[in-house]
């Protein structure tokens, strides 16, 4: 009789030895794939550069849109209310209402400006500003800049704020100039949803030509699959080097879209740069951080399996030993 003890521990050595031997064979198989692409240098570079271009104007716009939005953010926080009194307010009248209207738990500051000293600042800075001695009295009423709290960060509240401070009757009317803002921010969501279907369209190309490309590196092993599955191996064990070669050049796709990306932001940056400072802005594009490179790896790295899986699912079932 034979032990079950012994019977046991045997199951038990062949379990380990099982998974070493499958983790190796994916290691030869991984190592063979890789070194048999180097062994074709320039198709292989042509595949990946193929997949580089296609994810290269996605995630381009994609950093652009988040340079945008980062900025339009911004702006949102720093909006000023302009507040414009009735001409008949004096001075000091006015002086007393700003310091009220800071006191509100909404309201960040509260600066007064003198119709005198803003008439001063516009002779100062244009260059028509002559005309205005031509005048009998000055033009410009007294002037209250509103900056709301930092809690008030979307357009919607500023709006609201904007509305209460109407309802004092000293203030004439109000401006607010977030208009351009709420522009900026259609255009970005126009951009956004652009971008997706760009990358749906582009995903589905560099899917395409994969699956091309595995369709050809089947037929050209063809006899060679014929004889692994007459003598036993399974569609899984064939397969497997085709999966490896999508992997591989999805990745160097990633890699190369990542060296096109900075040498193109590295090319734009400065001209972008001279441009917002013409509009006195500090807008700059930024380049790719871990977390984008690493999606964009793994971005790569599926489309590469994803479209060799699918080629390989279509033409292997096709080849059979007669």
Known sequence: MSDPSRSAGAQ??????AAKNYFKHHSNVA???????????????????????????????????????????????SAQITLLLHKDISASDAGILANEIGKKQSINTSRFIDKDIALNSFKENFEFADAID?????????????????????????EQLKNSLLTNSEIDSALLDVMWVQRLNSITLVLERAIWVIASMLALSVILVLGNTIR??????????????????????VRRPFLYMGTFFGLGGSILAWILIQI??????????????????????????FESTLFLLLLGISLGWFGSWIAVKKHLSDIEPD
């Not at 009295?137 to 357009?155: G, M, Q, R």
């Not at 050809?216 to 064990?237: C, H, M, P, Q, Y």
């Not at 590295?266 to 790719?288: C, D, H, I, K, R």
């Open 134 to 158: 031509f005048l009998d009295e000055n033009p410009l009423p007294h002037v209250i800049i509103v900056s709301p709290n930092d809690a008030i960060k979307t357009i919607q509240h500023i």
């Open 216 to 237: 050809l590196a089947i037929e050209s092993r063809k006899e060679e699959i014929i004889v692994v599955k007459l003598v036993g191996g399974t569609d899984n064990f």
């Open 264 to 289: 193109v932001i590295y090319l734009l940056n400065q001209p972008v740069q001279e441009l917002a400072t013409s509009y006195q802005s500090n807008f700059s594009l930024s380049g790719m951080n």
């Open 31 to 77: 190592k063979s794939t890789f070194s048999s692409q180097l062994n074709k240098p320039i198709s292989s570079f042509f595949t990946c550069a193929v997949i580089g271009i296609a994810l290269v104007l996605p995630c381009l716009l994609m950093l652009i849109l988040t340079s945008i939005q980062s900025v339009s953010q911004n702006w949102d926080g």
């Open 12 to 17: 038990t050595a062949q379990k380990p030895n």
